[in-house]
């Protein structure tokens, strides 16, 4: 059974950090690329950032520079570094493999101004 458990949101303000953790569990976590989601309030989920197995990585146009995602196989935790927050970024974390259908609870971030 996949099970994803997101970790590491909180509050602060413009300009902080935070970094995100993601276990995971139940599948085969380093034959898979693992995706970082966004949910903002009333807008849909959006792709924020992918690693490959090859730690080949990509991003949404709006967290370029300032987000990193990386992963630990040994661990099978996926992290998204987040740096120079801006409100926009608030919203709900999520991780998943880009080949998995199931979802986690997600983690909060909210970055006041």
């Known amino acids: 059974q996949v099970r994803l458990v997101e970790s590491g949101g909180g509050s602060v303000q413009a300009g902080g950090s935070l970094r995100l953790s993601c276990a995971a569990s139940g599948f085969f976590f380093n034959i898979n690329t693992m995706n970082w989601y966004r949910q903002a309030p009333g807008k849909q989920r959006e792709l924020v950032a992918s690693?490959?197995?090859?730690?080949?990585?990509n991003y949404a146009d709006s967290v370029k520079g300032r987000f990193t995602i990386s992963r630990d196989n040994a661990k099978n935790t996926v992290y998204l570094q987040m740096n120079n927050l801006k409100p926009d970024d608030t919203g709900v974390y999520y991780c998943?493999?880009?080949?998995?259908?199931?979802w986690g609870q997600g983690t909060q971030v909210t970055v006041s101004s």
């Open positions: 998943k493999p880009l080949t998995g259908k199931s």
């Open positions: 690693i490959s197995t090859g730690d080949s990585t």
